[in-house]
């Protein structure tokens, strides 16, 4: 895509070190496919307008391209994580050694 893979590479490290960090019994167990999956689908869903992100799932309004390509699941999942990324330690609810 736009990244080298070793780039790709510290991002799913890290993304997997700070999911065990948040929760110990919820790894992330991301893999550098997955983030190229969710890093393409989040630039192709950005050409749509639906106003929520579980709309590309939902049956009424269901995008082939985004629902074939990842499980909602995992992409809320990697979602979430990242936001907690960019939110400060005291807002975050699953700092480092907090737990969830």
């Keep these: 895509m736009f990244f080298p893979e070793d780039i790709l590479e510290v991002v799913v490290e890290q993304s997997n ?9 919820k790894p992330l167990n991301l893999t550098t496919k997955e983030l190229e999956q ?6 192709y869903m950005s050409l749509f307008g ?18 074939n390509t990842s499980r909602k699941s995992s ?3 990697i979602r979430r994580l990242w936001v907690q990324f960019q939110l400060p330690p ?11």
């Design 17 to 25: 070190l700070y999911a065990i960090q948040c929760d110990t019994n």
């Design 38 to 43: 969710f890093m393409g689908t989040a630039v």
């Design 50 to 67: 639906l106003p929520g992100t579980r709309m590309f799932w939902n049956k009424a309004t269901r995008v082939s391209q985004v629902a």
């Design 75 to 77: 992409r809320l999942a």
């Design 90 to 100: 005291a807002i975050c609810r699953c700092a480092p050694g907090q737990g969830t």
